[in-house]
T-cell receptor
Framework: GAVVSQHPSWVICKSGTSVKIECRSL??????MFWYRQFPKQSLMLMAT?????????EQGVEKDKFLINHASLTLSTLTVTSAHPEDSSFYIC?????????????FGPGTRLTVT | GNSVTQMEGPVTLSEEAFLTINCTYT??????LFWYVQYPGEGLQLLLK?????DKGSNKGFEATYRKETTSFHLEKGSVQVSDSAVYFC??????????FGTGTRLQVFP
């Protein structure tokens, strides 16, 4: 089946610094990628949807200047958490889908745990 | 708004025991319903789905029936195995064509 990887799998950074998370589709072209965030004992919450070559669409309440998303190729999307603060500590998950597929046919990455100290 | 509620875990069972993980939803219209499974170190994978009332989704011995009257989509398996240990997420897709997830339920199966 299709594989989506994330790098790094975990990262610790200091408050005020920025951190970049990569999401790659390894064996298919991802026309759309999604970024989710999951706090402990809470649901996965969709943060943004990005289409290759276009600006990301952010969900209500998600700061686009804080969570920078780039989807410059059909196999790579990046999420940069700028000026990170402890409240940004969370589990970030990406998923990818090919054009024409149903929404449930997303392929998910294993997630990245971010800890901001 | 639309939401999914599932039972808190962890659910701890012995091998060959019967499994039920409850899931209820709130939605306008007629959402599609899904169960995803996340094995340790891996991404979420679609386990089964149902797109309309009374549909039964099934896969790998797991089943769930779309019950509109009770707005439920409970996951069941007659005899669990150690390899079923994972986190299970109930989800729906609404008119906005986005996935809305429950909080996940961790299942631990012991030999």
């Amino acid at each position: 089946g299709a594989v989506v990887s994330q790098h790094p799998s975990w990262v610790i950074c200091k408050s005020g610094t920025s951190v970049k998370i990569e999401c790659r589709s390894l064996d298919f072209q991802a026309t759309t990628m999604f970024w989710y965030r999951q706090f402990p004992k809470q649901s996965l919450m969709l943060m943004a949807t990005s289409n290759e070559g276009s600006k990301a669409t952010y969900e209500q309440g998600v700061e686009k200047d804080k969570f920078l998303i780039n989807h410059a190729s059909l196999t790579l999307s990046t999420l940069t958490v700028t000026s990170a603060h402890p409240e940004d500590s969370s589990f970030y998950i990406c998923s990818a889908i090919t054009s024409g597929r149903a929404i449930n046919e997303q392929y998910f990455g294993p997630g990245t745990r971010l800890t901001v100290t | 708004g639309n939401s999914v509620t599932q039972m808190e875990g962890p659910v701890t069972l012995s091998e060959e025991a019967f499994l039920t993980i409850n899931c209820t939803y709130t939605a306008t219209g007629y959402p599609s319903l899904f169960w995803y499974v996340q094995y340790p170190g891996e991404g979420l994978q679609l386990l089964l789905k149902a797109t309309k009332a009374d549909d039964k989704g099934s896969n790998k011995g797991f089943e769930a029936t779309y019950r509109k009257e009770t707005t439920s989509f409970h996951l069941e398996k007659g005899s669990v195995q150690v390899s079923d240990s994972a986190v299970y997420f109930c989800a729906l897709s609404d008119l906005s064509d986005k996935l809305i997830f429950g909080t996940g339920t961790r299942l631990q199966v012991f030999p």
